[in-house]
């Protein structure tokens, strides 16, 4: 079993910045890759970014977030992170970190999820 703990959202405003933090505890070394999700009021979970958890660290990225986010890692902490600029209001949602372990895919049932933050960006 892997735990996931979201921390860093708040109200920002539009142009500004925040990072996400997503510590993992168990076995962590389960990891293949760490992604963050996203849902906005009235709309469906939708896919942020993610990164391979190992090897090299290779990210995915959706377009509506290319070039203004970042996804890391830190694995001596267990610590996923998203650096988020350029903010929009559109970008406000429930962000969710989630991890999934070698031989799945985001939509199996098998994965990891955090309970979220709240990210609000005022225009």
């Known amino acids: 079993q892997v735990q996931l703990v979201e921390s860093g959202g708040g109200l920002v405003q539009a142009g500004g910045s925040l990072r996400l933090s997503c510590a993992a505890s168990g076995r962590a070394s389960s990891i293949f890759r760490m992604g963050w999700f996203r849902q906005a009021p009235g709309k469906e979970r939708e896919f942020v970014a993610a990164v391979r958890w190992t090897r090299g660290g290779g990210t995915r990225y959706a377009d509506s977030v290319l070039g203004r986010f970042t996804i890391s890692r830190d694995n001596a902490k267990n610590t996923g992170y998203l650096q988020m600029n350029s903010l929009k209001s559109e970008d406000t949602a429930v962000y969710y970190c989630?991890?999934?372990?070698?031989?799945?895919?985001?939509?199996?049932?098998?994965?990891?999820w955090g309970r979220g933050t709240q990210v609000t960006v005022s225009s």
């Open positions: 989630a991890a999934r372990p070698y031989g799945s895919t985001w939509r199996s049932t098998n994965n990891y």
